[in-house]
């Protein structure tokens, strides 16, 4: 399916399951992957009866022609992107938005500054977003220069699998510039949101606890035996925490 947003055409995966439950999740990747590495969740909706779109953004090798844009702009642009996308998809079914890492940060955005584009939206599930970037990068400080980082705090899986190794080579558009933190954009959100992070994540434990207080209706659950990418590193936890979260807002 192709979206059209500032004169260019993006892909869109859109995947039939003749949905029993009328539900769609609709699935963004964070950086630098592209939509392959959503695998798992596409696998998960085959089980559930529920229809499926995987989300290529600024991954999507389609975005040179927007060049030249400044870096503190890839954001707003990014995000009025999922907003356009969103609009043009004119689903009748409920729709769960399960973004990961940074393209949750886009959501956030596109949420906030395009209210009437998330009507059937009802639900959020946010994985490895670390909004806070202070707290972030000291976390990470003495992490990142140890041996095998991508190893140990990004995916743990041995050996990646070859649809994840492919994608974590994608190359993303451009550089983003992030502010220290996103608590004023959170704390609009009221839509009930599961936040799920690895037990050795490059979120922490704290992070979490600090999304999870700026959004008014959320929960947290840390997968064990996972870190950046619980639902490809321990998809039977992950997704059995996912599904009743799903349950529980039927």
Request: aromatic residues 12%; contains cysteine.
């Amino acid at each position: 399916m192709k979206i059209k947003h500032s004169g260019l055409e993006y892909n869109i995966h859109k995947t039939e399951f003749n949905s029993l439950g009328n539900r769609l999740v609709f699935s963004i990747h964070g950086r630098p992957a592209d939509s392959q590495c959503l695998l798992p969740i596409l696998n998960w909706c085959k089980e559930m009866n529920f229809n499926f779109f995987g989300y290529d953004q600024y991954g999507s090798g389609q975005t040179q022609a927007i060049k030249p844009i400044s870096n503190d702009c890839l954001i707003e642009h990014f995000a009025k992107e999922l907003a356009a996308v969103l609009k043009q998809l004119n689903s009748k079914e409920k729709i769960t938005i399960w973004a990961h890492s940074v393209g949750a940060l886009f959501v956030t955005t596109a949420m906030v500054h395009n209210k009437d584009i998330f009507n059937q939206v009802d639900s959020l599930i946010f994985s490895g977003f670390c909004p806070n970037r202070i707290e972030f990068l000291a976390y990470n400080e003495s992490r990142s220069n140890e041996d095998n980082f991508s190893h140990k705090y990004i995916c743990r899986s041995n050996p990646w699998p070859d649809y994840f190794s492919d994608s974590m080579n994608n190359t993303p558009y451009g550089e983003i510039t992030l502010k220290n933190n996103y608590d004023d954009l959170l704390q609009k959100i009221i839509l009930p949101t599961l936040i799920i992070y690895g037990q050795y994540d490059i979120c922490s434990d704290e992070q979490a606890t600090m999304l999870s207080k700026n959004l008014i209706n959320s929960e947290i659950v840390k997968i064990q035996n996972s870190s950046h990418y619980p639902f490809v590193e321990n998809a039977k936890e992950t997704f059995h925490v996912v599904s009743e979260f799903i349950k529980r807002i039927l």
